[in-house]
């Protein structure tokens, strides 16, 4: 059985501040917070995936993080069922965040899976922010995610798992041999299609990366109404 529940919608590119917002929001709200990005969902990627930490995935009963190992692959389709699955659990009285950079994610929860997209693209809540100053951030990431042991983190994640699935093996900042800048030059690309995404594939609510900004909009719009497909409903779709 689909669950429809309320929830507040918040999307952005990589570095652009829209976790942190979120999860001042969440406190605010004593929401749970549902993680709509497509690399947060491999167990031990931490790091390298700007993950939160163990401790605020606990705090707001996060889903979509570990849901899988670097070995498995991963699907829109395998997303929604995770979705669905967490969403079950929370009470219904427990408000709901949802944020992340996976354009698709998104398109597929409220539009569902139809290849052909026939539907309009759906309206939510994006940061709109200056690339120039995304570039400052993710600069400032990266240094941080090698401070705090990227390179040993891969290196054990690649002895654990010799053979990564298709899907884990686009995470950037994994790959052997990569090093800082072309890490860097990756994820300032990823950045740039995050954005190019939503300004054609959705209605971009576009907001300030700032906290009252982005509460203002969503007490003016109100929480969405989300409907979480079940497991059983979502198991014909595997779309990447």
């Not at 659990?89 to 899976?113: C, H, N, Q, W």
């Not at 594939?201 to 300030?208: G, N, P, S």
Request: a positive charge; glycine letters at 6%; aromatic letters at 10%.
């Amino acid at each position: 059985m689909d669950i429809v529940r309320d929830a507040y919608l918040l999307a952005g590119p990589t570095a652009s501040g829209k976790s942190a917002i979120a999860a001042v929001l969440a406190r605010r709200l004593k929401a749970r917070i549902l993680s709509a990005d497509s690399m947060l969902v491999y167990k031990g990627m931490d790091i390298g995936t700007a993950k939160p930490s163990p401790e605020e995935i606990a705090e707001f009963g996060m889903g979509g993080v570990d849901v899988v190992t670097p070995a498995e692959e991963f699907s829109s389709g395998a997303w929604l069922r995770a979705a669905a699955d967490w969403a079950a659990k929370v009470p219904e009285d427990v408000p709901m965040v949802i944020v992340g950079g996976t354009g698709l994610y998104f398109s597929a929860l409220l539009r569902g899976l139809d290849r052909k997209w026939v539907k309009p693209p759906p309206e939510y809540p994006v940061i709109q922010i200056d690339r120039a100053t995304v570039r400052e951030r993710i600069r400032a990431r990266l240094d941080d995610m090698f401070m705090s042991g990227l390179e040993e983190e891969k290196r054990r994640l690649h002895e654990r798992y010799p053979v990564w699935s298709r899907t884990a093996s686009l995470a950037i900042g994994y790959r052997e041999g990569d090093d800082r800048e072309k890490i860097f030059v990756r994820t300032c690309q990823l950045a740039k299609r995050q954005d190019t995404w939503f300004r054609h594939q959705a209605t971009a609510l576009y907001v300030e990366p700032d906290v009252e900004a982005v509460w203002n909009l969503w007490r003016s719009r109100g929480p969405w109404k989300v409907r979480f497909v079940s497991p059983s409903s979502a198991e014909t779709h595997n779309m990447v």
